[in-house]
């Protein structure tokens, strides 16, 4: 535990490596790829779940579970989405190992025991799900069907990185049915909402709504849906993409329904997720050289108290006082623990509690006994002040929220700060290379100059944002005309 | 909707399979043995999740989670628990499809990506959990370590029936790690007791925790402790296990600690886990031939109000009643839904929720309003009553108590009154086909005896029961010495 952490300055990438595992988030597993997520950092998501979930139920979606396997035949039926995710999928061929007789001790595969059709392990689960609407939707009065599943999926990535990129991720899947495209719309539209809602209000993230370019839609989607997020060092991260999946699924797995009036029409679908990559996102959002920085309405720990003693008898008179304490925070529904561990001293437990990012740490010793008061530590600005102990409840509920202000603020200011504007491909490449951030530049809405952008400086385009105004202008790489900015990244 | 089910008298295993379809809790899907849980289903098992996972927290477990895959040379690592299930493993053997060159806008497996290891898909996490272990575990300041995951696993079986035996299904599996074994065998103990209190006081199942066998411990442990429940139909369920490990995992992984006095020593151990199976015992446990009957502990709906009008007036006249009487129960937290679907009859709404065993069903037409009463029905006992409604808030809130109760006890009654104890082998044989249930024998502690009994009568031993009194006897069998009977059942 504490060992220094590599400064952001010095290698971004290598700090974020070592900060997720020094503060007990998550680390590497024996399977290439896949990750074991710590209980620390299953708190954080756990947290995230249940506000999500909270969430999708209001807006009166249920969950459900469908299978991990996707049968080989399909998996194939939707072309273009069985086309995008092909190339990463783990697939099962056989149901049982045997005695190796080559290796006494160890086991094979039993080649008798081959599938008669392989299992894809779910990359997406539209295939499998929408096999299984075909069942549940004959008529109007079945729709909208709005169903959400909290699953696990594998896309077999070449290049993994703990939360961002792994084999095997924790996700949620919306996919819904619909009888009109305009609902389906809709749906769509107010489930990146519900992301951007909570991206903000929760992870105190800024994120801009947009929409994906025909290059970067989902496999499958008409159109995609995403909120994008600017991390500390200028790169942009996709944080939740939700998608209108048109008729696609509907057409390739039958599903029909008959209208109010008595029409056959086939039905329309949306999708959308949010993964464990969020976690990277709250990480890299906001943590400092220091360890993690948590914003007080995800963290699993909002308060931390340490006693300082000399003896026994001064830890008993400080617990007592520290018991009225946590009483008085939960009945505010702050979340405390009391750090009395006699295993480690109170400078070890700072540095922990500090790397874990927790927002609040109070410290108790027998001087503040007498004096009444305790000190206070913002994990946010590293802070300290004394604080009297009869204020001190009003004082921590109002820091709660103030800590939270503060992070999205500080996010809000540093991203709105790396937006820029240019308006010829030289500003473009040299705002990218020097500062980095999103960048707001007009294009010629072709696929071609996208690619020879994203060929010649690693950025592609984020998304057309929603809240975009109508300008014209000249494509910044080709000087065709173009009727509104879109805004490029490098991006994780 | 609200076809006519077969009676239990008629056919038990036919009116499970049509009782789960009917009432919407799950179906089969497109992959052999893999079910798809339907959003009715997978609240009920939300529910049952939450209460869990606040008992497991409560006794000091943490969450965590591990990769879906065991690379076969960790898989089979410990000997016992490898041949245990090597029979029903799902193995994932290549990470990506390709074009199928002989059938055109079909997949194939790529033979060129083939993996170097095979990969299981977890039927259990011993393995992989215990080889991360051995890095989280130095000293025994790291101990105990009490972590709880929530996750999907694959165990290929052959004849699957929704919820008792499925190729996929949702369990949670504690994993602990011990410095001492009387630590370690107290853990076991205290998750059992866990269980049978969930069992109990949530399910209204009562069980009898007992020991396995031998031959019927799981692959790898040292002990099996059980709780065993009994279905209607006279056939025992096994509900929930809990695992004393000894040091079998930690040797398998090398996993040692560092002792307060410096010395090195394996860990000691714990597995524990319950699954959607325990949807099937609470479905068999209280449903009726008129469907699904559910503990208000666990309903997602514990009351459904319908309206019963005849023009758009009553009904809001019905409805603004209606909003009150919600509003009094949630603040009760009692949950309730209003069912005003113009789309479906009363009779038809009445179907649907007896169908899905909602526990209390509350009808107002427009006479109720004028009286000022409505008209209560109960699904446990099919009963109904007129209720003023000054009172009706009261008597709803005594009612949830009261029906938890009743089926706890009806299903207390029915299990006791199906113990029997027998002394010869021919009685033995004579209960377990008339009157089926728990047949308390003694039994001369031999696998031998205990294969050849399940050989002539499909009964298997179910538990050593935990609170049996030592008492001499003969083995119902082979008359040899015994100190404890045990109990026989045929099980699920």
Same mark, same amino acid.
């Given at each position: 535990?504490? /060992?220094?952490?590599?400064?952001?300055?010095?290698?971004?990438?290598?700090?974020?490596?070592?900060?997720?595992?020094?503060?007990?988030?998550?680390?590497?597993?024996?399977?290439?790829?896949?990750?074991?997520?710590?209980?620390?950092?299953?708190?954080?998501?756990?947290?995230?779940?249940?506000?999500?979930?909270?969430?999708?139920?209001?807006?009166?979606? $249920?969950?459900?579970?469908?299978?991990?396997?996707?049968?080989?035949?399909?998996?194939?039926?939707?072309?273009?989405?069985?086309?995008?995710?092909?190339?990463?999928?783990?697939?099962?061929?056989?149901?049982?190992?045997?005695?190796?007789?080559?290796?006494?001790?160890?086991?094979?595969?039993?080649?008798?025991?081959?599938?008669?059709?392989?299992?894809?392990?779910?990359?997406?689960?539209?295939?499998?799900?929408?096999?299984?609407?075909?069942?549940?939707?004959?008529?109007?009065?079945?729709?909208?069907?709005?169903?959400?599943?909290?699953?696990?999926?594998?896309?077999?990535?070449?290049?993994?990185?703990?939360?961002?990129?792994?084999?095997?991720?924790?996700?949620?899947?919306?996919?819904?049915?619909?009888?009109?495209?305009?609902?389906?719309?809709?749906?769509?539209?107010?489930?990146?909402?519900?992301?951007?809602?909570?991206?903000?209000?929760?992870?105190?993230?800024?994120?801009?709504?947009?929409?994906?370019?025909?290059?970067?839609?989902?496999?499958?989607?008409?159109?995609?849906?995403?909120?994008?997020?600017?991390? $500390?060092?200028?790169?942009?991260?996709?944080?939740?993409?939700?998608?209108?999946?048109?008729?696609?699924?509907?057409?390739?797995?039958?599903? /029909?329904?008959?209208?109010?009036?008595?029409?056959?029409?086939?039905?329309?679908?949306?999708?959308?997720?949010?993964?464990?990559?969020?976690?990277?996102?709250?990480?890299?959002?906001?943590?400092?050289?220091?360890?993690?920085?948590?914003?007080?309405?995800?963290?699993?720990?909002?308060?931390?108290?340490?006693?300082?003693?000399?003896?026994?008898?001064?830890?008993?008179?400080?617990?007592?006082?520290?018991?009225?304490?946590?009483?008085?925070?939960?009945?505010?529904?702050?979340?405390?623990?009391?750090?009395?561990?006699?295993?480690?001293?109170?400078?070890?437990?700072?540095?922990?509690?500090?790397?874990?990012?927790?927002?609040?740490?109070?410290?108790?010793?027998?001087?503040?006994?007498?004096?009444?008061?305790?000190?206070?530590?913002?994990?946010?600005?590293?802070?300290?002040?004394?604080?009297?102990?009869?204020?001190?409840?009003?004082?921590?509920?109002?820091?709660?929220?103030?800590?939270?202000?503060?992070?999205?603020?500080?996010?809000?200011?540093?991203?709105?700060?790396?937006?820029?504007?240019?308006?010829?491909?030289?500003?473009?490449?040299?705002?990218?290379?020097?500062?980095?951030?999103?960048?707001?530049?007009?294009?010629?809405?072709?696929?071609?100059?996208?690619?020879?952008?994203?060929?010649?400086?690693?950025?592609?385009?984020?998304?057309?944002?929603?809240?975009?105004?109508?300008?014209?202008?000249?494509?910044?790489?080709?000087?065709?005309?173009?009727? $509104?900015?879109?805004?490029?990244?490098?991006?994780?």
């Amino acid at each position: 535990m504490s /060992k220094k952490l590599t400064s952001r300055a010095e290698n971004y990438s290598k700090w974020y490596n070592e900060l997720v595992v020094e503060a007990d988030l998550a680390e590497n597993s024996a399977v290439r790829g896949c990750m074991v997520i710590k209980p620390y950092g299953f708190a954080i998501w756990e947290k995230m779940q249940a506000e999500l979930d909270r969430m999708f139920k209001e807006t009166g979606h $249920q969950n459900a579970y469908f299978p991990l396997f996707v049968p080989k035949s399909l998996f194939e039926a939707e072309e273009k989405n069985a086309e995008g995710f092909a190339k990463e999928c783990a697939v099962v061929t056989h149901y049982r190992l045997q005695n190796d007789p080559d290796r006494p001790g160890k086991l094979r595969v039993d080649p008798k025991a081959k599938l008669e059709e392989e299992l894809v392990v779910r990359p997406t689960s539209e295939a499998i799900i929408w096999n299984t609407y075909k069942g549940w939707i004959q008529s109007y009065r079945d729709l909208p069907l709005l169903i959400n599943q909290w699953a696990n999926v594998v896309r077999w990535e070449m290049r993994t990185r703990l939360f961002l990129r792994t084999a095997e991720f924790l996700w949620q899947e919306g996919h819904t049915a619909h009888a009109t495209k305009k609902e389906a719309v809709a749906e769509a539209e107010l489930m990146n909402n519900v992301y951007a809602t909570f991206a903000e209000n929760f992870m105190a993230i800024p994120v801009i709504q947009g929409l994906k370019t025909e290059s970067e839609r989902f496999a499958g989607a008409d159109e995609t849906y995403c909120i994008e997020a600017l991390m $500390q060092d200028g790169k942009a991260l996709q944080a939740g993409t939700s998608h209108f999946l048109g008729q696609n699924f509907a057409k390739a797995f039958d599903v /029909k329904f008959t209208s109010k009036e008595g029409k056959q029409d086939y039905v329309w679908a949306t999708s959308w997720g949010v993964s464990t990559r969020l976690m990277g996102a709250l990480i890299m959002t906001h943590s400092d050289d220091k360890g993690l920085v948590l914003p007080p309405n995800l963290a699993p720990n909002q308060v931390v108290i340490v006693p300082i003693y000399k003896n026994e008898e001064q830890l008993e008179a400080i617990t007592d006082v520290v018991n009225g304490i946590m009483k008085d925070l939960r009945s505010k529904n702050i979340s405390v623990k009391y750090d009395n561990r006699d295993t480690f001293r109170p400078g070890a437990k700072f540095a922990q509690h500090e790397l874990q990012g927790v927002p609040l740490r109070i410290a108790i010793g027998a001087r503040d006994l007498e004096n009444g008061t305790v000190e206070l530590a913002r994990r946010d600005t590293l802070t300290k002040e004394v604080v009297s102990l009869d204020s001190l409840i009003e004082k921590v509920e109002g820091l709660m929220t103030e800590i939270q202000d503060t992070l999205f603020k500080k996010a809000l200011d540093f991203r709105n700060a790396h937006i820029t504007e240019v308006d010829t491909f030289e500003e473009f490449k040299e705002v990218l290379e020097t500062k980095g951030g999103f960048i707001s530049a007009h294009w010629d809405g072709t696929a071609e100059t996208e690619d020879k952008i994203k060929e010649l400086t690693k950025a592609t385009i984020r998304c057309i944002p929603l809240d975009g105004k109508p300008e014209n202008g000249a494509c910044v790489f080709t000087g065709a005309t173009s009727k $509104q900015r879109v805004l490029f990244a490098k991006a994780y």
